[in-house]
């Protein structure tokens, strides 16, 4: 199977000055770190929802006839407190700081999608989650024919504490060899799942 080159070796050179200045991007909607986008629906004290997205180029630029496997198995790996960034303004947390490491399967969808514009309604209109990226990674602009796409809800292994910049997420293993960015999280006050969490740390 040909594999087209991803996003990340296609680098999209425009970037909002607004997100360059102000680090901070808006609640809810979808951000690239990599060759993939997230869209946060809830960052809670137990766990996180978002929907994601991969394997994505401009629209009616790939290959119609080009094999796709069903699925994507994705890393999706984060940590609590947040260290700080390096030069590059990549993140690194200690191995003993992670509360959740696990893989995700993304289903073969493929559709056409504004990611720069795709907002879906937050899972708690109390808690618009907000992130921020470790360094201003180029986002997408106009259409785009996104391939693989899921909504997922997954449980941090001990509860964690509401605060800004309280998470750091990474769907590449905080691997530095690559050239993607970390994902900086507020934790709201808000909880996924029902009942007290086995490990909660109050």
Same mark, same amino acid.
């Given at each position: 199977?040909?594999?087209?080159?991803?996003?990340?070796?296609?680098?999209?050179?425009?970037?909002?000055?607004?997100?360059?200045?102000?680090?901070?991007?808006?609640?809810?909607?979808?951000?690239?770190?990599?060759?993939?986008?997230?869209?946060?629906?809830?960052?809670?004290?137990?766990?996180?929802?978002?929907?994601?997205?991969?394997?994505?180029?401009?629209?009616?630029?790939?290959?119609?006839?080009?094999?796709?496997?069903?699925?994507?198995?994705?890393?999706?790996?984060?940590?609590?407190?947040?260290?700080?960034?390096?030069?590059?303004?990549?993140?690194?947390?200690?191995?003993?700081?992670?509360?959740?490491?696990?893989?995700?399967?993304?289903?073969?969808?493929?559709?056409?999608?504004?990611?720069?514009?795709?907002?879906?309604?937050?899972?708690?209109? *109390? %808690?618009?989650?907000?992130? $921020? /990226?470790? &360094?201003?990674?180029?986002?997408?602009? +106009?259409?785009?024919? #996104? *391939? %693989?796409?899921?909504?997922? $809800? /997954?449980? &941090?292994?001990?509860?964690?504490?509401? +605060?800004?910049?309280? #998470?750091?997420?990474?769907?590449?293993?905080?691997?530095?060899?690559?050239?993607?960015?970390?994902?900086?999280?507020?934790?709201?006050?808000?909880?996924?799942?029902?009942?007290?969490?086995?490990?909660?740390?109050?």
């Amino acid at each position: 199977m040909r594999k087209r080159p991803r996003l990340r070796t296609l680098l999209i050179p425009l970037l909002a000055a607004a997100f360059v200045l102000a680090g901070q991007l808006p609640a809810v909607a979808s951000h690239a770190g990599s060759d993939a986008a997230i869209s946060p629906l809830a960052i809670c004290r137990d766990g996180i929802r978002f929907m994601f997205f991969a394997d994505y180029y401009p629209a009616g630029t790939g290959d119609p006839a080009e094999d796709e496997a069903p699925f994507r198995i994705q890393p999706v790996q984060a940590a609590t407190p947040v260290p700080a960034a390096d030069a590059n303004g990549r993140i690194t947390p200690p191995a003993d700081t992670l509360v959740l490491d696990t893989t995700v399967t993304v289903p073969y969808a493929p559709q056409t999608l504004d990611l720069a514009n795709f907002e879906p309604a937050p899972t708690f209109a *109390k %808690y618009p989650p907000h992130i $921020t /990226l470790s &360094w201003p990674y180029p986002q997408p602009v +106009g259409l785009q024919d #996104v *391939k %693989y796409v899921g909504e997922y $809800t /997954l449980r &941090w292994d001990h509860q964690l504490k509401a +605060g800004p910049r309280a #998470v750091v997420l990474s769907f590449d293993r905080f691997d530095r060899t690559i050239n993607s960015a970390e994902i900086i999280a507020d934790v709201d006050k808000c909880h996924l799942f029902n009942g007290n969490h086995p490990r909660d740390t109050g």
